[in-house]
């Protein structure tokens, strides 16, 4: 022991030992080995089991996060599309949201939440950001119903962009969503792809504002009108967030205030020049005896009169004499 401790002269003999011991090691493991494996056949597939029901919750919570996300910003792009669109309307605009639509499959009508309340009032237009919707049919305390312009009943004045040639778009007849344009004739200059914008006739609703394209034009030359067809630009169906359009009070306050101060200037000037002159003859002596700042203005105006009256009563005198 001295000798191999000091010098190794054992440790080729120990090299050559470890050979005959290794399957001893080997023997003596084996149960630890087999209960490794245990665990790790039953044990770890519990654990992954467990790791996979957790990983499969956070994937659907990460799922239906990811859905709100496309969702707001699908929403964020519909109001931005919104606001650019009610930069370029005349007037104020009120942001309202559709929250029922009519069950009646030949009544193109929807609900919005905004009523008299909100100063909504009927004949009032609604627009989105890609085209004009409708109008209010029915105003209600918080909510409205709108007619939408594919209504067979309603009727929107249009205009051609390219040329400017006027029509009538109503609605069509069945279940379509669509527009017919009534009373075109046979030389009319409409195409399909036409834009047609509001026209602002019957000052309902905005004008140059998009409306629908022509999709087909049919002239038959054995009847009087041609068979022209459109499509709404408008989302009806999809959108959920629309404009009520409000005049310009500023525009128009001003004519009200002009048309209503003529009627009432014009009469008080016929009042204060009679014919026979007698009221100025008293109007004149209330002035001298008040002798107020008042009456002065009064008195050149009636003298003009009474200067022609009294030439015309002097004639008459000397006549008679």
Do not use: C
């Not at 519909?78 to 309307?89: D, G, M, N």
């Not at 008299?116 to 109008?135: C, E, K, P, R």
């Not at 034009?217 to 009806?236: E, I, K």
């Amino acid at each position: 022991m001295f000798a191999d401790y000091r010098f190794g002269y054992l440790e080729r003999v120990r090299f050559g030992l470890g050979y005959f011991t290794t399957p001893v090691y080997w023997v003596a493991d084996i149960p630890t080995r087999v209960s490794f494996w245990i665990d790790d056949v039953f044990v770890s597939r519990t654990d992954l089991l467990e790791e996979n029901e957790n990983l499969r919750e956070e994937l659907l919570v990460a799922q239906r996060e990811l859905q709100l996300l496309e969702s707001l910003a699908s929403e964020n792009s519909r109001l931005l599309e919104l606001q650019e669109a009610a930069e370029v309307i005349e007037g104020e605009v009120m942001p309202a949201e559709i929250i029922n639509v009519s069950p009646d499959p030949y009544s193109k009508r929807v609900l919005i939440n905004k009523g008299s309340t909100d100063g909504v009032f009927v004949g009032q237009a609604l627009i989105d950001a890609n085209g004009l919707m409708g109008q209010v049919d029915e105003v209600l305390p918080y909510t409205s119903w709108i007619l939408l312009i594919t209504d067979a009943n309603h009727v929107t004045p249009v205009e051609i962009n390219r040329n400017g040639e006027r029509a009538l778009a109503r609605g069509s007849r069945d279940t379509s969503s669509v527009l017919e344009l009534q009373f075109v004739t046979q030389t009319q200059d409409m195409l399909a792809g036409d834009l047609l914008v509001s026209s602002g006739m019957g000052q309902v609703y905005p004008k140059n504002y998009p409306v629908a394209e022509v999709t087909s034009v049919y002239a038959d030359p054995g009847q009087d009108f041609a068979t022209v067809r459109a499509r709404p630009l408008a989302a009806m169906a999809s959108t959920r967030h629309v404009m009520l359009v409000f005049e310009d009070e500023e525009v128009i306050t001003p004519e009200v205030d002009i048309l209503l101060a003529e009627p009432i200037d014009m009469p008080a000037q016929e009042d204060v020049a009679p014919a026979d002159g007698s009221a100025d003859s008293d109007t004149t002596a209330q002035g001298e005896q008040s002798g107020d700042a008042t009456a002065q203005p009064d008195i050149p105006a009636i003298a003009e009169p009474t200067e022609q009256v009294e030439p015309e009563q002097s004639a008459v005198q000397d006549t008679g004499a």
